[in-house]
C-alpha cells in the first residue's frame, strides 16, 4: 500500500459577524479581484489557501475534494426569502452561489486544478469521506497530488433550515475552513496518513482503538454528534483539543485534523468520525517533523 | 486487473412515463409536446419537462418518487439484508431536497427535513435512503452540478474497485423547484425548444427526474447489459457557468476516459453527448468531441430534447436512456436537430440507428467548470 503524506496545512475560523468586505481585506489583491462575486461562503473557503499558494503542490494532474456538511445555507435562505417577498427576479451569482459547486469553483480557479474536482457531502464524516475518497484517487493515480478541503458557515435563526441537534440555543460555532495537501512524496512532509479505518458499530471501532499501542503523544478527536463519555476511550489516548475548533460541524473535524498537523510536530492522531447509522472511521495520522507554516 | 462492474436494476420517472416499458416505447415513437408543461413565474410561462407524478402539483411526490425508484431498483435486484448492509449509496442532485423546503416555506411558511435528519445538510439525502433501506456505512452527496450523478456513477465504481463497498446504489434525483427555474431564469439559459447542437439552438429547457441503479461486480440476475469500464473527471476554470469553447478540458476528460477504460476512440460504437442546446456549450462539446475522435466521429445522440435538462440527474437518467435504446438494439435520433451549424464539426443522429455491440462514450458538463466522461460497454 502507497504511503500518503501531507505536504500542507492550514485553516481559518470567523466570527459569524465577520463580513464579506472584512474576509475581502485579507485575500492578497490579485486573488481579490478573482473571487469579487463569490459569496461569503467562498470566501472563508478560500482563506487558508489565498496567502499560501505557493507551498501548494499541484500539477494538471492534480485533484480538488471539496467537502461540506451543510453548504452555503445563507445564500439559499437569501433567494427564497425573495421569493416569499414577491422577488422572483434573481441575480446570476445569487443563484450561482446557492451550490457547494461554486466555491469548489472558485478554489479550483484560485490554485489552478484543471484535473478532477468534487464537490461533496457525507454529514459528520464529509471531510473524512473527501480524505478518504483522495487517498484512493491517489493510489489509483488518478491524481498526482490532492488539495482536500471543508468549509461550514453557520446559519442562525433560519426559517428555512434546521441546526442539528447539537448546536443549542447558548452555542455559537464559529464559521471556517481546512485544507490539506496530500501527496505521495515524503520530502519535507508535515505528516504521514497511516490509514483509513471502517468500523459498523462504535464497539468494533472501540476494540480496535484497544487493539493499538499509545505513548504519551497519542491524541484523538471526535465529531460534534459524538460525546467523549460515549466512547471507550484507551489508556494512552487524550483527547486533542484546539481553541480554533469551535468550527461547526464537519468542519471542526478540518479544523482539528489541520492544525494537529500544523502545530504539533511528534505525535500520532486518531482522527474518529461517526456516519449515519452509528457507522465508523478513524484516519490515523502521524506527525513527521517540527514546523510551522 | 480491476474488478468488472456492471450496471443492473434501473429504475426511472422522468417526462417520458415512469415505467421501464413505456419510457423505451416513448424513445422509439417521440411526441415531444405532450411533455412539456407551462409553468407560471410572475407574468411569464417557462416550459419544464415534468415526470408523470410531478413535484410541481404535489408536495408528497418528491420523496414518493425518490422512494418509489430506489424501492425499484432494491426489489428488482432481490438484495438480502447482509448484502444491504455492503452497498454503499451515492446520490448526484443539483438541488438535491431544496424541492422540499421550497414548498414548505412558499406554502406553508414552515420548515421541513426528510424523516429522520439531524439538523439540514447536503448529505441528507443518501442519509435517508441508507436510514430508509438499510444500506450500508458509505452515503455520499455529489454537488458538482449537471455531473453529478454521472461523477456519482464513477465515485461508486472506484469504491467498489477499492474494496470499500460490495455495490453502489446511484441516484439522480431532480425534484421541481423555482430557485433553480429561476435561477437559470437568469443566466439567459432558458429556452421554449431544445435543439442540442443545431444551427438554430438557443438554449435549454429544464426537467425533473429520479433515476436510479445498482452497480455490482456481480449481479444475481443474469441481465448484464451494460457494463461500466471507466471514468475521469476534468476542470474547466474558465468560467463558472460554462466551459472553453475551445473544448479543451471537456476533451481531456474524454481521452482521460477512453485511458481509464482501456479502450481506443476508433472502438466507440456511440457517443452520448451531454448536449445543452446552449450556443456556448455546445460549441464546447462539438469542439472537444471532434479533437477526441478526428473526422471520422460514431454516431452522437443527445437525449435532452426527450426529457428535459434533468441537471445533477441527468447522468443517471440518460444512461438508464441509453440502455433502454441499446436494449431496443437502436441509438435514437436527437429530437429536436434539423439544420446543421457550419461552426460544429458534429452533426447528431437525425434518425434512429440500429446499433452494434460494444462501448458507448457519454458526456456530462456541469456548472463549476466539472467535465465528465464515461465508457459503458453494450454486452448484447
Known amino acids: 500500500m502507497m504511503t500518503i503524506y501531507i505536504q500542507f496545512s492550514n485553516f481559518f475560523v470567523c466570527e459569524k459577524s465577520t463580513d464579506l468586505t472584512a474576509l475581502k481585506n485579507e485575500l492578497p489583491a490579485t486573488v481579490r479581484k478573482s473571487l469579487r462575486k463569490s459569496s461569503r461562503f467562498s470566501l472563508i473557503a478560500a482563506q487558508p489557501l489565498a496567502n499560501n499558494l505557493s507551498q501548494l503542490y499541484r500539477d494538471e494532474m492534480s485533484g480538488l475534494y471539496f467537502a461540506s456538511e451543510r453548504g452555503p445555507l445563507a445564500n439559499t435562505e437569501a433567494c427564497l426569502q425573495d421569493f416569499k417577498q414577491g422577488t422572483w427576479q434573481l441575480m446570476p451569482f445569487s443563484f450561482l452561489n446557492v451550490g457547494i459547486n461554486s466555491a469548489c469553483f472558485d478554489i479550483a480557479q484560485l490554485v489552478n486544478i484543471n484535473g478532477k474536482s468534487l464537490a461533496l457531502s457525507d454529514a459528520d464524516q464529509s471531510f473524512a469521506t473527501a480524505l478518504k475518497i483522495a487517498c484512493n484517487d491517489l493510489r489509483s493515480k488518478t491524481v498526482s497530488s490532492a488539495l482536500v478541503g471543508t468549509v461550514d458557515e453557520h446559519l442562525d435563526q433560519s426559517v428555512i433550515f434546521t441546526a442539528p441537534s447539537h448546536i443549542h440555543e447558548h452555542s455559537h460555532p464559529n464559521d471556517g475552513a481546512a485544507w490539506v495537501n496530500l501527496t505521495l512524496n515524503p520530502d519535507a512532509a508535515l505528516a504521514k496518513l497511516d490509514g483509513i479505518y471502517h468500523f459498523p458499530t462504535l464497539q468494533q471501532a472501540e476494540t480496535w482503538l484497544r487493539q493499538q499501542t499509545y505513548d504519551e503523544n497519542c491524541f484523538f478527536t471526535l465529531p460534534h454528534s459524538l460525546k467523549v463519555e460515549s466512547l471507550a476511550v484507551p489508556d494512552g489516548l487524550t483527547e486533542y483539543r484546539h481553541p480554533a475548533a469551535k468550527t461547526c460541524f464537519t468542519t471542526a473535524q478540518g479544523v482539528k485534523l489541520a492544525a494537529f498537523v500544523k502545530e504539533i510536530s511528534n505525535g500520532h492522531l486518531f482522527h474518529i468520525t461517526k456516519g449515519a447509522q452509528g457507522t465508523m472511521t478513524i484516519i490515523k495520522i502521524s506527525a513527521l517533523l517540527s514546523t510551522s507554516q | ?380
Open chain 2, 1 to 380: 486487473m480491476a474488478d468488472r462492474i456492471f450496471i443492473t436494476s434501473p429504475a426511472l420517472s422522468c417526462a417520458l412515463g415512469d415505467h421501464l416499458d413505456t419510457i423505451q416505447h416513448a424513445l422509439q415513437h417521440p411526441n415531444i409536446s405532450a411533455r412539456i408543461r407551462e409553468v407560471l413565474v410572475e407574468k411569464q410561462t417557462l416550459p419544464y419537462y415534468a415526470a408523470p407524478d410531478s413535484s410541481l402539483d404535489s408536495e408528497t411526490a418528491f420523496l414518493s418518487q425518490l422512494e418509489r425508484v430506489v424501492t425499484q431498483t432494491l426489489n428488482s435486484a432481490n438484495l438480502n439484508k447482509t448484502e444491504r448492509a455492503t452497498t454503499g449509496v451515492f446520490v448526484g442532485s443539483t438541488s438535491m431536497d431544496i424541492s422540499l423546503r421550497e414548498q414548505a416555506f412558499l406554502r406553508h411558511s414552515t420548515k421541513t427535513e426528510l424523516p429522520g435528519s439531524d439538523g439540514s445538510n447536503i448529505g441528507n439525502i443518501p442519509a435517508y435512503l441508507a436510514r430508509l433501506f438499510c444500506l450500508g456505512h458509505m452515503h455520499i452527496s455529489i454537488s458538482t452540478a449537471c455531473t453529478a450523478s454521472s461523477i456519482a456513477l464513477i465515485e461508486g465504481m472506484n469504491m467498489i474497485r477499492a474494496g470499500v463497498i460490495e455495490r453502489a446504489l446511484i441516484v439522480g434525483v431532480e425534484g421541481f423547484n423555482y430557485l433553480t427555474l429561476c435561477g437559470f431564469d437568469s443566466l439567459l439559459l432558458l429556452s421554449t425548444v431544445l435543439k442540442p447542437f443545431d444551427k438554430h439552438r438557443e438554449g435549454l429547457i429544464l426537467g425533473e427526474a429520479y433515476a436510479s441503479l445498482l452497480l455490482e461486480k456481480e449481479p444475481k440476475k443474469a441481465n448484464k447489459s451494460l457494463e461500466l469500464l471507466g471514468g475521469a473527471v476534468a476542470t474547466d476554470t474558465e468560467s463558472i457557468s460554462g466551459n472553453n469553447t475551445g473544448g479543451e478540458i471537456p476533451a481531456r476528460a474524454m481521452a482521460q476516459a477512453l485511458h481509464a477504460s482501456q479502450i481506443s476512440a476508433a472502438e466507440i460504437k456511440a457517443i452520448k453527448a451531454h448536449g445543452t442546446g446552449s450556443v456556448a456549450n455546445d460549441l464546447s462539446e462539438a469542439q472537444a468531441i471532434s479533437q477526441v475522435f478526428g473526422p471520422t466521429l460514431p454516431p452522437i445522440t443527445a437525449f435532452k430534447p426527450y426529457v428535459g435538462h434533468t441537471l445533477g440527474a441527468s447522468g443517471v437518467t440518460e444512461l438508464i436512456l441509453l440502455s433502454l435504446a441499446l436494449e431496443a438494439g437502436f441509438i435514437p435520433k436527437t429530437f429536436g436537430f434539423q439544420t446543421k451549424d457550419p461552426a460544429l464539426k458534429v452533426t447528431p443522429t437525425t434518425h434512429a440507428a440500429p446499433c452494434e455491440p460494444g462501448a458507448v462514450l457519454l458526456n456530462a458538463f456541469g456548472f463549476g467548470g466539472s467535465c465528465c466522461s464515461y465508457v459503458v460497454s453494450n454486452l448484447k
